[in-house]
């Protein structure tokens, strides 16, 4: 987790952001300098305020091509006996909805079908779109990229609780026993929200 002021991230973000765009779009070599020197500042603002090496900035924060656009996470809910279906993160030791980055070639149906099935081992059916949040909006830790994320109720069809790749544990919470969560993939708020979807089948879909 990144420890720093909301407002220095945004202020890097947008200078990477702003960088990369010219650096795809720019053919004037002295542009080109002058984005990569922009690019260069915003990993300079990231070290200061992070403690991070710059290469791992590099490797998170400004190590793409192309022009910069928000990057699309996905979550399943799924349900059973009024508790929620999680999984522990091999990563930090703590809890998220099964989900990650949204697969290139995969619908969001489709990638998070996948998803449950790699970190929970559970089959599903995606069923409802409930919420397409942006971060920037909703209270959420800072990040190093602008998210876009998705959260797809889904029904549990087959399958049996198995880790994965990136998993440790599976197990179902209710929502006045929730565990340590990994707030970086989700937030209290949000396990809430989806509770209150559950509990209310025509409600309606959030977004941003």
Not at 30 to 39: A, C, N, S, T, W
Not at 60 to 85: C, S
Not at 89 to 95: A, L, V, Y
């Amino acid at each position: 987790m990144f420890i720093l002021s909301d407002k220095w991230l945004e202020w890097a973000k947008k200078i990477q952001s702003l960088s990369q765009a010219g650096l795809t779009f720019s053919k004037d070599i002295y542009d080109i300098e002058r984005y990569e020197e922009l690019r260069k500042i915003s990993k300079e603002i990231m070290e200061q305020y992070t403690g991070l090496e710059m290469e791992k900035i590099t490797e998170l924060f400004a190590n793409e091509t192309g022009y910069q656009t928000p990057k699309v996470d996905i979550r399943g809910a799924i349900f059973k006996d009024d508790k929620i279906l999680m999984v522990r993160e091999k990563i930090d030791d703590r809890w998220s909805l099964p989900g990650g980055f949204c697969d290139i070639g995969l619908s969001p149906t489709e990638n998070i079908v996948k998803e449950v099935k790699e970190e929970s081992g559970y089959d599903v059916d995606a069923k409802r779109l409930v919420g397409l949040l942006d971060l920037n909006k909703h209270n959420h830790p800072p990040q190093p990229y602008h998210y876009y994320k998705i959260f797809i109720q889904c029904e549990l069809t087959g399958g049996q609780a198995e880790t994965g790749i990136e998993t440790k544990d599976v197990r179902f919470f209710s929502e006045s026993n929730l565990p340590k969560l990994s707030t970086g993939r989700n937030t209290q708020d949000q396990i809430k929200m989806l509770f209150a979807f559950f509990r209310n089948p025509n409600k309606e879909p959030i977004f941003d």
